[in-house]
């Protein structure tokens, strides 16, 4: 089954990192997004805010397969903020959905449902999770 081209996606919503097919390796393109959102999070404006990250997968390989790529990616890009970037780990939030959530109108072996997804979080007062 061959991949469909990225442009071939509707308007997306919100923010992503994209991954390679079967890796959780994030590209220096996404690095350099990466960085720059910790440098974000990093401001006077932001240093209470919280951030969610949910991995996804596309619909190829097992259930469970999916489920354990698309954990590693969301832990990949806390590892990167946390790490790379500064940001405290009781900031991020992970969580792991699998293929379960592919993008409304795309197929499930398309591209650009390899993704982690970030969320923006308020802080409650009661920390970030």
């Known amino acids: 089954m061959a991949a469909a081209p990225l442009d071939s996606a509707p308007a997306e919503q919100g923010y992503f990192i ?9 590209t220096p393109e996404y690095e350099a997004h990466l960085a720059r959102l910790a440098a974000v999070l990093s401001s006077a404006q932001l ?10 997968t596309d619909s190829i390989g097992s259930d469970q397969f999916n489920m354990r790529l698309s954990k ?8 990167y903020l946390a790490l790379e970037g500064g940001v405290a780990m009781e900031r991020i939030q992970t969580a792991a959905l699998g293929e379960k959530h592919l993008i409304k ?7 650009l449902n390899r993704r982690v997804e970030i969320l923006a979080r308020h802080n409650t007062g009661k920390g970030c999770k």
């Open 47 to 56: 240093q209470n805010s919280c951030v969610k990250l949910v991995g996804h």
């Open 72 to 79: 590693t990616r969301a832990q990949r890009v806390a590892a």
């Open 18 to 26: 994209r991954f390679p097919f079967n890796s959780n390796a994030l």
């Open 105 to 111: 109108g795309l197929p499930g072996p398309h591209p």
